[in-house]
């Protein structure tokens, strides 16, 4: 479970609800990294989904291929916008530490982005 169940753990108080599963929808982007839009379910209500975009180098595993995360590490960065932001204002920083050899996450905080109703 390559970087999205620890964080569900944390952000749901160290158990997963019973409700739906995760969503994982990964591709190729034209640059030759991959990116990953996920949605973790942390709580009942609205807010229970918290969307995550995870850009990396094509050589790393996906949250799809979670048994190769265990063969191959590399460093991560979690970035976080700021207040009346989104996860979309970090996709030029999330490729340029992609670029670098990073599995770079970022995700809409509550009430923002996709998150905003």
């Known amino acids: 479970r390559f ?3 620890p964080m569900a753990l944390r952000c749901a108080g160290g158990a997963l609800p019973a409700e739906p599963r995760d969503r994982v929808h990964a591709a190729l982007t034209g640059s030759g990294l991959v990116w990953e839009e996920l949605q973790f379910h942390t709580e009942d209500g609205p ?3 918290v969307p995550l975009r ?3 180098p094509p050589t790393a595993p996906t ?3 979670a048994a190769a995360a ?4 590399l460093p991560a960065v979690i970035l976080l916008h ?3 932001g989104c996860k979309e204002t ?3 920083m999330q490729m340029e530490y992609a670029r670098g050899g ?3 996450a970022a995700m809409d905080s509550r009430y923002h982005g996709e998150r905003g109703s």
């Open 82 to 84: 700021q207040t009346g």
């Open 63 to 65: 949250a799809a291929t």
């Open 54 to 56: 995870i850009v990396r």
């Open 70 to 73: 265990t063969q191959m590490r």
């Open 90 to 92: 970090m996709l030029q």
């Open 102 to 104: 990073y599995v770079c």
């Open 3 to 5: 970087m999205r169940e």
């Open 47 to 49: 807010q229970g989904w």
